[in-house]
C-alpha cells in the first residue's frame, strides 16, 4: 500500500545498540512502522542497511509480487528464468523476518540480521525515514550512501514530481 503525504516518514536520528542488540526507536517511527496488530517485518535491504514495515504493508507487497510471478509461471513465460525464479525465492526466504516491538518501540535485531547490519552491541546506528518505511543502517554504509545520492537529490525530486 502506497504511503500518503500524511503518512511519510522522514527524519534522521542516532541511536546506539544495547548489550542485547536492542534499538529503541522514535515513538513516531515505532508507530509508523507497526500494524494494526502490532506486528513488523524486518527486512534486509542493503549490506549495512535494515528495514521496517507495517507488516501487513509489507505482506501485501509481497503477494502482489508473487501474484506476478504465479500468472507469468502459468502462462509459461518463465521457462528460461527458473534459476532466477529460484534465486529470488532465496532472497525471499532470508530476506525479512516479523517482529513486535517491545514496549511499543524497542527492536530487538534479530540474529543473521545483526552481521547483515554490521554493527556490534553498544555501537551508534542511523535511524532514517525513508518515506514508506524506517531505515537502520551501519553509520559508515549510510554516509556512503549520502555521499553516493545527496548529489542526485535535486534531479531525483524534479523527476517524482513532474
Not at 35 to 50: N, P, Q, S
Not at 123 to 145: R, S
Request: proline letters at 5%; a negative charge.
Amino acid at each position: 500500500m502506497p504511503a500518503t503525504p500524511e503518512t511519510f516518514i522522514t527524519g534522521e536520528i542516532k541511536r546506539t545498540l544495547d548489550e542485547r542488540f536492542r534499538l529503541t526507536l522514535p515513538a513516531e517511527f515505532a508507530e509508523a512502522v507497526t500494524d494494526e496488530e502490532g506486528h513488523t517485518i524486518v527486512a534486509k535491504e542493503r549490506y549495512g542497511c535494515l528495514s521496517l514495515w507495517k507488516a501487513s504493508d509489507w505482506q501485501q507487497r509481497i503477494d502482489d509480487g508473487v501474484a506476478l510471478i504465479r500468472q507469468k509461471i502459468q502462462a509459461g513465460r518463465m521457462e528460461q528464468k527458473w534459476s532466477e525464479v529460484q534465486r529470488l525465492g532465496r532472497l525471499l526466504s532470508s530476506r525479512y523476518q516479523p517482529v513486535q516491538l517491545a514496549n511499543r518501540s524497542r527492536l530487538l535485531i534479530p540474529e543473521g540480521f545483526r552481521e547483515f547490519l554490521d554493527v556490534d552491541k553498544n555501537q551508534e546506528v542511523m535511524v532514517v525515514g525513508a518515506v514508506v518505511c524506517v531505515e537502520v543502517w551501519n553509520p559508515k554504509a549510510w554516509m556512503e550512501q549520502l555521499r553516493l545520492d545527496m548529489p542526485e537529490f535535486g534531479p531525483l525530486f524534479k523527476s517524482l514530481t513532474d
